[in-house]
């Protein structure tokens, strides 16, 4: 367990707190491109790391980010005209570029001194992966580009997604590093006999450090000899990486996609959850019924959002449809949905867990590390030194793989061609 001290480290994240100057060192996803989708368009209001923030492509098609507020009056910008590269208040006209500089301050005319020293809170970004990344923290410590493998994917081989958590960042990390929960939280059959999640349902884990957070390898004994190994990786601050199962049938076979997720504060109480899913290799793109049976899989489907939003249907205020019938019978949660299973548990305990009362096991060694990875990134930082994982050098070459062994085959050696990145 933490101690109360040591969780308040981990689950700030607002602008001064330990973690959020640990975190302003990475870049963060902002917004889905598909959020900001063409020029000179309507803004979209961001809310990260506590911060109320502002995005618009601009009439050259770059996303900006801005303060949400004129510096003026501090009237909201969302309600302002995107023209000609740059954001125009709609309260007195004020207009500021994708730099935060005001290029028009037409209620002060001939005062270029104060349009020089008016300026909004701007933040560099940059697009990849289908996503628009922002860099919050000291310029002279800015990383280069996000470069994981999954953001290389051409678009016709990668989807990527995102909901809305009604949890502090941490308990949904958490979730999301705990492999052992799959065996019961998603258990959508009990009557299955092929799935290893449910055959061994006290998985063997072994967690190994890296310069960018760590791998872990679960191991679970199928009977007869056979052993299903899944490779994970978590990518410092808030990223896990996996091999992609969506059904099993007891065969020994490639992973037919890799997935992923990354857990970014909205603030201390709600977090955005970014998955990502792609393709093994280029044989067969991802079509649209491909992505939208795999948001349907997760429960995040395009029947399962409340329209225009990022928000699960089935969410707190309904007890997430639970139905008592079906949990009779063969849903273990009696809850429809895996992205839905998450949410219900994670968000149930409320809007930061209190760590001090926990009691940890040993599938709980993955979780344990990162904590404690996570809390001496935060003293290097506040010491002055840089933050790990932050350079794409630690991990743009790597990638999760999971799959079936025979009794006396070394997993490693089988992996080894598997786990480098083919895109």
Same mark, same amino acid.
């Given at each position: ?42 803004? @979209?209001?961001?809310?990260?790391? %506590? ?18 507020? %004129? ?13 000609? %590269? ?15 500089? %005001? @290029? ?43 470069? =994981?493998?999954?953001?290389? @994917? ?14 502090? *960042? ?61 490779? =994970?990786? *978590? ?34 109480? /709600? ?97 344990? /590390? ?54």
């Amino acid at each position: 367990m933490l101690t109360r001290e040591q969780n308040e480290r981990l689950v700030r994240v607002g602008p001064g707190t330990p973690a959020g100057e640990l975190f302003r060192r990475y870049w963060q996803p902002a917004v889905l491109s598909e959020e900001v989708p063409e020029k000179d368009g309507a803004p @979209v209001r961001v809310r990260l790391l %506590c911060e109320d923030l502002l995005a618009f492509r601009d009439s050259d098609g770059v996303v900006a980010l801005l303060d949400a507020y %004129c510096p003026h009056r501090l009237a909201p910008m969302f309600f302002g005209r995107n023209e000609e %590269c740059g954001i125009r208040c709609a309260y007195h006209g004020w207009k500021f570029d994708r730099n935060g500089d %005001c @290029v028009d301050m037409p209620t002060e005319p001939g005062n270029e001194v104060m349009k020089q020293k008016t300026k909004l809170k701007a933040y560099p970004t940059v697009e990849v992966g289908g996503m628009v990344w922002a860099y919050m923290g000291p310029p002279d410590r800015k990383p280069p580009p996000p470069d =994981y493998e999954w953001t290389r @994917v051409p678009h016709d081989f990668l989807h990527v997604s995102k909901t809305y958590q009604e949890c502090n *960042y941490l308990q949904a990390l958490e979730g999301g590093l705990d492999t052992a929960h799959s065996s019961y939280a998603h258990n959508n059959n009990m009557s299955a006999k092929s799935d290893p999640r449910l055959v061994d349902k006290s998985p063997r884990l072994d967690v190994n450090p890296t310069d960018y957070g760590y791998n872990y390898v679960s191991t679970r004994q199928m009977g007869g000899g056979d052993t299903y190994v899944r490779l =994970y990786h *978590y990518v410092m601050p808030f990223q896990q990486m996996r091999g992609g199962i969506h059904e099993f049938s007891g065969a020994r076979r490639k992973s037919p996609a890799l997935d992923g997720h990354i857990w970014a504060p909205i603030d201390d109480y /709600t977090t955005y959850v970014y998955n990502w899913h792609h393709t093994y290799d280029d044989t067969t793109p991802v079509d649209q019924a491909h992505r939208d049976a795999t948001e349907t899989f997760y429960g995040r489907g395009p029947d399962d959002m409340i329209p225009g939003t990022y928000r699960l249907k089935k969410n707190k205020a309904n007890d997430y449809m639970i139905d008592r019938q079906l949990q009779k019978e063969k849903v273990f949660t009696g809850i429809v949905g895996i992205n839905t299973q998450d949410f219900a548990l994670q968000e149930g305990m409320g809007p930061i867990v209190d760590r001090t009362r926990e009691h940890l096991g040993s599938t709980d060694r993955a979780i344990i /590390t990162m904590r404690a990875m996570l809390l001496r990134a935060i003293d290097t930082v506040e010491k002055g030194g840089e933050a790990p994982g932050a350079d794409p050098q630690t991990h743009r070459g790597m990638r999760p793989f999971d799959n079936f062994v025979k009794a006396g085959e070394d997993w490693r050696a089988i992996f080894e061609p598997e786990i480098k990145a083919k895109w």
